[in-house]
């Protein structure tokens, strides 16, 4: 009966597909909001309220082609208004912590610098380099990129050479 409130003509739009949806891109975008700055329950909030506004885009008929984009550009445009309903600028979160687990006390110390090194490089770059390159770690493809961050796909382009320059450089190559 519920249901029937909130959608007319009855049960929930594909909901097994949306299901499938949230299960496979939840994490990604999860990380994505954490690495602009949303703490962790805000970032839950904020994929929540993309998976909602994703039931009812289906609902109401909505195009079907690229929902995964759609889903980061509508969670980018989310994260945002958040953090300027917070009223704070927060730096960006490393997204996934990487660990070896054989490495000695040598090597977790190099690899602790050079984590730190890198962490410092993509918190100092501009901010669209920095969504460029965290989409892209998600497995966004440029088009997408460039459709969530709304920008051409020379920026993406542009962006991603910048990023991925600027950590080369600090890694020596």
């Known amino acids: 009966m519920a249901e029937a409130a909130i959608w007319p003509g009855g049960a929930w739009p594909q909901a097994g597909e949306v299901a499938e949806m949230y299960g496979q891109w939840r994490g ?10 949303l703490p ?10 993309v998976f909602l506004a994703l039931c009812h885009h289906l609902r109401r008929g909505g195009g079907r082609e690229n929902l995964r984009g759609w ?15 917070m009223g704070r600028t927060v730096e960006a979160v490393e997204a996934v912590e990487v660990s070896d687990p054989a490495p000695g006390p040598e090597e977790l110390a190099l690899l602790s610098c050079r984590r730190e090194r890198l962490r410092a490089v993509v918190a100092a770059l ?12 998600e497995g966004l493809r440029h088009r ?28 020596g190559r």
């Open 71 to 85: 889903v980061f550009r509508v969670g980018h445009n989310l994260a945002l208004r958040r953090r300027e309903q």
């Open 144 to 171: 997408e990129i460039a459709e969530v961050v709304e920008i051409s796909l020379g920026s993406v382009a542009a962006s991603l050479g910048r990023a991925v320059g600027k950590l080369a450089a600090v890694e």
């Open 28 to 37: 990604p975008l999860l990380r994505y909001l954490g690495a602009l700055g």
């Open 126 to 137: 501009p901010e669209r380099d920095r969504w460029c390159l965290l989409l892209r770690a």
């Open 40 to 49: 962790g329950a805000d970032a839950e909030d904020v994929a929540q309220e």
